[in-house]
């Protein structure tokens, strides 16, 4: 079994930063892809960010420049450095990873989000 668990989020106000991390844990035998994504009231989850093991990156055009992917393979860890915060940040934040476990299965798996919230 893999858990992916979010930490970071909370309230903060426009302008300001955020780090969110994502631990990865269990049986686990390699991590493609690792992403997150966002999803506000009303509106369809989004990519913001994905990284892959290489540490090539992709980014949506609206968070370009103000914020940042990265990962630590050692840990099965990625983060997501949040700069110049914006009100339609605003939304929970999910990470992804593109798993292979120890038995060779490959899937999605996801975490369970974490909110964050930008506002004066």
């Known amino acids: 079994q893999v858990q992916l668990v979010e930490s970071g989020g909370g309230l903060v106000q426009p302008g300001g930063s955020l780090r969110l991390s994502c631990a990865a844990s269990?049986?686990?035998?390699?991590?493609?892809?690792m992403g997150w994504y966002r999803q506000a009231p009303g509106k369809q989850r989004e990519l913001v960010a994905a990284?892959?093991?290489?540490?090539?990156?992709n980014y949506a055009d609206s968070v370009k420049g103000r914020l940042t992917i990265s990962r630590d393979n050692a840990k099965n860890t990625v983060y997501l450095q949040m700069n110049s915060l914006k009100p339609e940040d605003t939304a929970v934040y999910y990470c992804?990873?593109?798993?292979?476990?120890?038995?060779?299965?490959?899937?999605?798996?996801w975490g369970r989000g974490t909110q964050v919230t930008v506002s004066s």
């Open positions: 992804h990873g593109d798993v292979t476990n120890t038995g060779r299965a490959r899937f999605n798996q």
């Open positions: 269990g049986s686990i035998f390699s991590i493609n892809s």
């Open positions: 990284i892959t093991s290489g540490g090539s990156t």
